[in-house]
């Protein structure tokens, strides 16, 4: 051990006793101290403005975009200039043959020159560590170990490219030659994760083995083991092939024999990385406050609950428009995408089917495939991928193993646990396309619980959940490709036809009655009132003017105010209002907690006031209430609010107000709480509704619908998916202090280092 410290030493001293070494940390300081600079300007910006901050920690160091991404981008370049000469040098200088005349083994030589370079990593590091020690001493609640976490990533980092550097630098005396092998080196390592992704073992060994990235969990604040061993086995690996390359040198072994060892060397690590990044012996620590790169308690309780075995099948069908996403160069990728998942439940099986069927969102087909059979069109996509359509099943084949029929032939995951269960994931028509935590966790809820069956009410002018319509409610009950839909959100829905003898199903837990235009027959009333005074849930929406919904929603206390609600606007109609969640709300459900940190609104279009007694036995709580900084009046006169100008007449019992526009009600009913939902306007969570007039503004309106059913499923669904807030949303810092510390760290540091370096290489040259 103590020859290995003195010959750490000695390469130290040669390094700080050349300009290589001084340059790389003085430019290394000038980039780095840039780079937090700007993040630091970007924070108090933000502050300034009023924008507010959150989780400043992760903005500045740890996050997508943060210092640490940033650094991990551009370390690459530094490694080559200072591997190179380590012993590259000494067999240009023939240096080396006193080293191997003396009592130093192989081994003792590349493990100090090695340990030469950790310390000077840590020196890197030490760099990265004062602006830690700054964000610490000013930003408030400062989240300090996904920071350590990243810091932790970046120095196994710099230690795996020292071990390639030290390792190219043994196989020639030309340090140039040494330097631009290790870039070589690295880029084939960064490109591997493209390597043989078409051959099922080959592309998990070359996807392991890739070093692209590797950091970006770490740098996020979740500590894996496959990442950490990662790291210890390529350096490791590295270390022992450049001990056979100088003990080959020695001995004078033959050409077969030293590439045989070689190769040994490769394969075992591959092997051992291989084991390692299996799902069943990966390990996980999330650093982080809020647990964010963590699946949320409750989607664990759900994962606990799924015992017994489980298979996702994936069915990737070349005509699909989304098919690219599960081609096999791109499985590993995708593969990704459950990854939080597969870490709560390792045993699970991953498959993927391949087939070409007659896709449901592909328009492009019929237009560039003119009279061409959907075999030559599969054989066309296959020959522009490089794919062989032989892997994929004909349209006959793949219906023998499942009817996708009614998924569209789409890109669609079919989950199966080992008692039959089955359930789908799909992919979903917005800019996140796959299904999220809520979306994922609900499906596998309704696996291990009896998750709410809703009934919407048919028969009576109700609007409907089939059709594409623009008033009706197709798009937030049935649409697959819809993320909000309740489908999506683990909710059974059913159209509910009560005439004749027809009784309401059993397992019936919620019943929409959506603005209805006729009055109920005796009979059907009889079973919706049975159904009310059993303590039956109900989602009411309506229109003002109604006399059928005023008479039904009179029986829970509430009535509309006469006319419809107004709230003029610039480009807008009259009739078009802004409702805001009421801070009652946020008891009722997270997502209108969220609503209004972020200040979104619900448009509504011919919206009804709504006023609650208590005398019928309910409670009542305020969900939704018109914008009260914007001037708002129930009109009773004007109807055509596109060529006339609404104004207040007090006389005909108008009046200026802020309006509540959705009530929760809620009543005992022996054990259980009864809860009931009434809406002011039945077309804002319409089909057309989804996208209001005064969306300019922030109106969101489809957080209302998952909002709603979590209050009337008790919490059962949508699945409560949300996080705690962040603390460290402050900064001590201004504008000022900003720019004299972005002086400091990009001026004075490397002013100090670039003066200090040039006296020691002079006081060297001279002596």
Not at 431 to 439: L, Q
Not at 503 to 517: L, Q, R, Y
Not at 702 to 713: A, V
Request: hydrophobic share 45%; proline share 4%.
């Amino acid at each position: 051990m103590r020859r290995i410290f003195k010959i750490a030493k000695a390469e130290l001293f040669t390094l700080f006793y050349s300009p290589i070494a001084w340059m790389i940390l003085i430019v290394f300081t000038f980039q780095t101290g840039m780079a937090f600079a700007e993040h630091l300007q970007e924070v108090v910006r933000a502050k300034n403005i009023g924008l507010g901050n959150y989780f400043i920690t992760a903005g500045i160091f740890s996050g997508q975009l943060g210092l640490f991404s940033t650094v991990q981008g551009y370390l690459y370049l530094y490694m080559p200039l200072l591997t190179m000469g380590l012993m590259s040098r000494e067999l240009s200088s023939g240096s080396i043959k006193l080293l191997y005349s003396s009592p130093v083994t192989s081994a003792q030589i590349i493990y100090g020159k090695f340990t030469a370079m950790m310390l000077y990593s840590l020196i890197l590091i030490g760099i990265l560590m004062i602006y830690v020690v700054i964000g610490m001493c000013t930003v408030e609640n400062f989240e300090l170990a996904p920071v350590l976490s990243g810091l932790l990533s970046l120095y196994l980092l710099l230690c795996a490219y020292a071990a390639i550097g030290l390792f190219m630098s043994c196989l020639t005396s030309y340090q140039v030659v040494a330097a631009l092998g290790t870039l070589v080196l690295l880029a084939a390592l960064s490109y591997m994760k493209q390597v043989g992704q078409d051959i099922d073992f080959v592309r998990d060994i070359t996807y392991w083995l890739s070093i692209s990235g590797r950091c970006n969990e770490m740098i996020m604040g979740l500590i894996c083991s496959e990442d950490v061993l990662y790291f210890v086995i390529v350096i490791a690996m590295f270390l022992t092939l450049s001990i056979q390359k100088l003990q080959a040198n020695r001995t004078h072994a033959s050409f077969a024999v030293v590439w045989g060892r070689y190769a040994v060397v490769v394969v075992g690590a591959m092997l051992v990385g291989y084991a390692t990044s299996r799902p069943m012996l990966m390990a996980y620590w999330d650093t982080t406050e809020t647990k964010r790169n963590t699946l949320t308690p409750n989607s664990q309780a759900v994962m606990a609950k799924l015992d017994g075995d489980l298979t996702i099948t994936t069915y990737v069908n070349i005509l699909d428009r989304e098919y690219y996403n599960g081609i096999p160069s791109q499985v590993n990728e995708d593969k990704e995408r459950l990854k939080q998942y597969i870490r709560f439940k390792p045993e699970t099986k991953l498959k993927y089917v391949y087939y070409y069927d007659k896709p449901s969102n592909n328009p492009r087909l019929d237009f560039v495939y003119k009279n061409k059979t959907l075999a030559e069109m599969a054989a066309k996509e296959a020959e522009i991928r490089d794919l062989d359509i032989n892997m994929f099943l004909t349209p006959e084949q793949i219906k023998k193993q499942v009817n996708l029929t009614d998924e569209g032939n789409t890109f669609v995951r079919l989950v199966e646990r080992g008692n039959g269960q089955k359930a789908w994931l799909r992919i979903y028509e917005d800019m996140m396309k796959f299904p999220d935590e809520g979306e994922v966790t609900a499906m596998f809820k309704r696996m291990v619980m009896k998750l709410p069956k809703i009934g919407f009410l048919q028969g009576h002018g109700e609007r409907g959940i089939e059709g594409d319509r623009i008033k009706d409610y197709t798009l937030f009950s049935s649409v697959k490709t819809f993320r909000y839909a309740l489908t999506n959100q683990g909710c059974d829905v059913e159209a509910l036809d009560l005439t004749g003898d027809k009784e309401i199903p059993k397992g019936i837990d919620i019943i929409v009655i959506s603005d209805m235009k006729e009055a109920l027959d005796s009979a059907t009333k009889k079973k919706l009132d049975v159904y009310i005074a059993n303590g039956g849930n109900l989602a009411i929406t309506l229109k003002p003017g109604s006399p059928v919904m005023e008479a039904f929603i009179e029986q829970f206390g509430v009535k509309t105010i006469p006319g419809q609600l107004v709230q003029p606007k610039q480009d807008v109609a009259a009739n078009v209002v802004m409702a805001v969640a009421t801070p009652a709300a946020e008891k009722i459900a997270p997502i209108y907690k969220l609503m209004r940190a972020q200040r979104r609104y619900v448009g509504m279009v011919k919206s009804a006031g709504l006023v609650f007694s208590p005398e019928k036995g309910f409670n009542a709580v305020p969900v939704l209430q018109t914008v009260d900084t914007m001037k708002t009046w129930n009109e009773v006169k004007t109807i055509d609010f596109v060529n006339d100008s609404a104004s207040v007449d007090v006389a005909a019992g108008e009046k200026v107000d802020s309006f509540v526009t959705a009530y929760a009600l809620s009543r005992k009913v022996g054990n259980k709480e009864q809860r009931i939902m009434i809406l002011g306007d039945a077309d804002c969570i319409s089909n057309g509704g989804m996208n209001p007039p005064i969306r300019r503004y922030g109106a969101s309106n489809f957080s209302l619908i998952p909002g709603m059913f979590h209050w009337l499923s008790y919490g059962t669904v949508p699945v409560d998916v949300s996080r705690p807030p962040s603390t460290d949303n402050d900064i001590s810092l201004t504008k000022e202090g900003v720019k004299g510390l972005k002086y400091f760290l990009m001026w004075v540091i490397p002013g100090i280092l670039l003066i200090g370096s040039t006296i020691l290489l002079i006081r060297r040259k001279r002596k």
